[in-house]
């Protein structure tokens, strides 16, 4: 199973922005579809982001389009996502995940993932 590592993590005044990375080891990255998730205190665990195996194939949540942009670079083994004009309620811990999908798509159901970072936490303040 491939092992992530989650950084970039940080706390930021409401409007601004932070990009969070993913490095993978342990695995054929460019075999697994990955995904960003967040879980803010008391809530579930939700989908923020995925992008297919090549990165061909981009997803987002409804509350981060057109502010989060997700990529991946399969020669460094990383994936990122930009997050942009952010907001308060995107407080949370920021998980990425992956999976060795057979298909070239993103996953936003959790369960299907088989792994996951350890999380990095976002805090943005008003």
């Known amino acids: 199973q491939v092992q992530l590592v989650e950084s970039g993590g940080g706390s930021v005044q409401a409007g601004g922005s932070l990009r969070l990375s993913c490095a993978a080891s342990g695995g054929t990255f460019s075999s697994y579809a990955m995904g960003w998730f967040r879980q803010a205190p008391g809530k579930e665990r939700e989908f923020v982001a995925g992008?297919?195996?090549?990165?061909?194939?981009?997803g987002y949540a409804d509350s981060v389009k057109g502010r989060f942009t997700i990529s991946r670079d399969n020669a460094k083994n990383t994936m990122s996502v930009e997050m942009m004009r952010l907001k308060p309620e995107d407080t949370a811990v920021y998980y990425c995940?992956?999976?060795?999908?057979?298909?070239?798509?993103?996953?936003?159901?959790?369960?299907?993932?088989?792994?996951w970072g350890q999380g990095t936490q976002v805090t943005v303040s008003s």
């Open positions: 995940a992956a999976v060795s999908g057979r298909y070239e798509s993103y996953y936003p159901r959790s369960n299907d993932y088989e792994s």
């Open positions: 992008i297919s195996k090549s990165g061909r194939n981009t």
